[in-house]
């Protein structure tokens, strides 16, 4: 009935999301199919540009994955990407797009089913929401 | 001698892993899709790319296709990326020209529908295969390593990592945050199954470690705070004040005698008593006294200061102060060790409320021959020998209602042994263990209970679900599963088999460390199988309980694991730097300063003489804030960069690649 199939890009932190996106895999704990996952070193490696890159190249929205406050690996890389989200959203609101596109969430390296969980929310929102629709325009 | 000018000619290796990603991805057309890529010159599936045949198919195919790009579609790179850069230098390719697509643990494992996975694998490939097209060669570093080692936490673990990496000639400090070494090891009476005497197998390796010429023994110290990497960290230890100069103090006692404090003894969980300048226990090392300054009255005259009256070797200095001490080592090795798990926390058992139920820790003080009792088992309401004892098993442990879901391990034979010490002391008593299953894994284990149960132990199943008391005496609530009926036993005295916990101060240990930890609040290994001794971070090791409940057979294995792996790398004498740093673009710096402010390393510094900022390749560890904050774009991160990141988004949303 409903054929829409969301894409969703996502940036994982090789320390504690990726980690964790591993250990959702080692324990084979199941979740939605939609997001590709790109790995970063560090949240803190997370360029605005390439968040609003993703959405003007037709995704429906964008996982971003860092250490817990406190856990980073590089101390503070996750504060900044909170930083970022936050101003993001900020921005995507005045474009027009629903910020709960951007979605932020920490995982770490030992939490394999609440990868799974977000990652199951996240889609399941951009799902509700709908396609965005703007690929291939200039924001 | 850019990479990037010379056209990519790309092989791509798509693995089975036997079944694992085959049966849920339909590999042959992943690599058949992989061929249709922009620069694949080659792709191929193989049933698994790790083992040799299939390294020296990539070997094999860079010689013959001229790759100068290779792409494993495998499972994570942080399983397999070292082997794979491994077999493409081994062909004469630079490591950094290798890119992985993780198409195992993060799709085959987690989906179950084959068209979607491979739909996703297909994405997956072509943001892989577009950033192996970028990619650019890089030149390792190498930094020379440290020839010494800390290790946390002076329980069994670290006695045995600091005696096996000292016996290898290395400097070793052997950090340990309360007054002397021993752990948890030196509270135990006898040790299962064996029954040797704990305190005879650990007090000698406790004087040879300390005695060792390349061991440096920090008691009462903490890691405040650790900078640095593998092979070179820099420590920062808070060093707490003992008061008694440790190399003067003879241990004669005389200041303890005067001392008119009365404190409860930790070593003997409260169960006796010590003075406010005291000795933790007879066998302690360092044999020095130590004040602890919360329990002391003070040093004025009027107040107190009895002690330093009666030091006739004056030894005691109530003002020494707290330090700071820096060390510079190689490698660390983790053996802080576990907690018993706090009885009061599973109230049902009584625990806190009745005095004659107590703790497996406690109840071993009483058994030993060192203890309060000095080896009596009394009841502690009377002082009375108890005639019937209830052991209580998995208190603790194997309890989601509490959080702990995990099986401690050892408490079910440290309660078999306890029941026999009390069989052995008290003939007469009867002697009941309520269990919910028997893990007797162990070399010598399971002949060990049968000989405790021919011993007259009753072994019942069923997990108590109340101790309370009637008529001045103690009951046991239990239900019988194999009987399948609800009892009620009367007893004399409770012993709760407590579980392990990690050691308090673990957690924080593991933020300094910047260590994982597993669901179950111990350290994370590396790998739980091929890797237990390793933590994420490279040349910082793991030993004991720290990383999971162990009885004291595997803890020394496990240390010893810990040791020869730190010596491994000091061995080496380099380690090897990955040369992802950032690099500043000096024509497009306009000196904002913006990366310097955020920079947690201080790795930019602003070059006066050209006006732009520099990165220092030494500080830098690759986390990219600073090119993602550059209004410039000035910044680049190597093996990161803007353009390999840009394309894997284009890329896995199929927009097309713009050569």
């Given amino acids: 009935m409903n054929a829409f199939v969301p894409r969703i890009v996502g940036f994982a932190c090789n320390w504690c999301t990726y980690a964790g996106a591993d250990l959702a895999g080692t324990t084979r704990v199941k979740y939605p199919p939609e997001l590709r996952l790109i790995r970063v070193l560090c949240s803190g490696r997370l360029d605005p540009d390439l968040v609003l890159r993703a959405f003007q190249d037709g995704a429906d929205g964008v996982f971003v994955g860092g250490c817990h406050f406190g856990d980073c690996h590089y101390q503070s890389g996750n504060y900044k990407a909170f930083k970022r989200v936050v101003l993001l959203r900020g921005l995507l609101v005045g474009l027009g797009v629903e910020p709960e596109r951007l979605h932020l969430e920490w995982v770490s390296a030992s939490e394999g089913q609440k990868f799974a969980q977000a990652v199951t929310a996240f889609t399941d929102k951009v799902r509700e929401l709908g396609p965005l629709g703007l690929a291939g325009r200039r924001l | ?317 109530f003002d020494q102060q707290e330090e700071r001490r820096q060390l510079e080592v190689g490698a660390i090795v983790v053996a802080t060790g576990m907690d018993a798990f706090d009885a009061g926390a599973s109230p049902e058992f009584g625990y806190g409320k009745y005095e004659d139920v107590l703790t497996g820790l406690e109840f071993e003080r009483l058994v030993s021959a060192g203890g309060p009792t000095g080896g009596r088992i009394v009841r502690i309401s009377d002082f009375e020998p108890p005639k019937d004892i209830v052991f209580i098993h998995c208190v603790g442990s194997r309890d989601r209602a509490i959080g702990n879901e995990y099986c401690s391990r050892v408490c079910c034979m440290f309660i078999i042994k306890q029941a026999h010490l009390a069989r052995e002391r008290l003939p007469n008593a009867k002697v009941t263990c309520w269990y919910m299953d028997i893990r007797a894994y162990g070399k010598g284990f399971e002949e060990f209970y049968d000989r405790v149960r021919d011993e007259g132990v009753v072994f019942r199943r069923g997990k108590p679900s109340e101790v309370f008391r009637r008529k001045g005496r103690l009951v046991v609530r239990v239900d019988d599963t194999l009987l399948g009926s609800v009892i009620e036993q009367e007893t004399d005295m409770v012993v709760l088999g407590t579980g392990l916990v990690p050691s308090d101060g673990a957690a924080r240990l593991a933020q300094t460390l910047k260590l994982s930890l597993s669901a179950d609040r111990f350290f994370l290994e590396a790998h739980p199988k091929l890797r237990p001794v390793d933590t994420n971070i490279e040349g910082v090791y793991l030993a004991g309980c720290c990383q999971g409940p162990k009885d004291i057979p595997d803890t020394v294995a496990q240390a010893r694991g810990a040791a020869s792996a730190a010596v491994a790398l000091l061995n080496r004498g380099q380690v090897r730097v990955e040369p992802v740093v950032a690099e500043v673009r000096e024509d497009a710096c306009s000196a904002c300063h913006i990366c310097e402010t955020l920079c947690p390393y201080s790795a930019l510094a602003f070059d006066s003489a050209k006006g732009v900022m520099t990165v220092n390749p030494a500080l830098c560890k690759g986390c990219g804030v600073c090119p993602s904050a550059c209004p410039s774009g000035a910044i680049t991160m190597r093996h990161f960069t803007g353009q390999q990141l840009e394309a894997q988004v284009d890329a896995l949303l199929e927009v097309s690649v713009e050569s």
């Fill in chain 2, 1 to 317: 001698m850019s990479a990037d000018r010379v056209v990519p000619r790309i092989g791509v290796y798509v693995c089975h892993c036997g079944v694992n990603i085959a049966q849920t991805v339909d590999v042959e057309a992943l690599a058949e899709y992989a061929s249709t890529l922009p620069g694949v010159v080659v792709a191929r599936d193989y049933t698994y790319m790790c083992s040799d045949p299939g390294q020296h198919l990539i070997r094999q195919d860079i010689a013959e296709y001229r790759l100068n790009r290779v792409v494993v579609a495998a499972c994570s790179p942080r399983m397999h990326e070292p082997t794979f850069r491994g077999a493409v230098f081994g062909a004469g390719m630079n490591p950094y020209l290798f890119e992985m697509c993780n198409i195992r643990e993060h799709c085959s494992w987690v989906h179950a529908d084959r068209e979607a996975a491979t739909a996703k694998a297909r994405d997956l490939m072509r943001s892989a295969v577009a950033r192996a097209r970028l990619l650019e060669e890089l030149d390792d570093r190498f930094a020379p390593v440290k020839r010494a080692v800390m290790v946390v936490g002076g329980g069994i673990a670290g006695i045995q990592a600091a005696l096996d990496i000292a016996e290898a000639g290395y400097k070793v400090y052997l950090v340990e945050k309360g007054p002397s070494i021993g752990g948890h090891m030196a509270q135990l009476d006898k040790t299962f199954p064996t029954l040797d005497c704990s305190a005879c197998i650990l007090t000698p390796k406790m004087v040879e470690v300390s005695r060792h010429p390349n061991v440096e023994l920090l008691t009462l110290s903490e890691v405040e705070a650790v900078d640095g990497f593998v092979g070179n960290f820099k420590v920062t230890l808070l060093v707490r004040p003992r008061f008694v100069d440790t190399a003067a103090c003879t241990a004669c006692g005389d200041c303890a005698k005067v001392c008119p404090q009365r404190i409860p003894n930790e070593f003997d969980l409260g169960l006796s008593t010590r003075t406010a300048i005291y000795q933790p226990f007879p066998q302690a090392v360092p044999a020095a006294f130590v004040r602890n300054a919360q329990d002391c009255l003070g040093s004025l005259p009027l107040a107190c200061g009895k002690c330093i009256q009666a030091c006739e070797k004056k030894c005691i200095d």
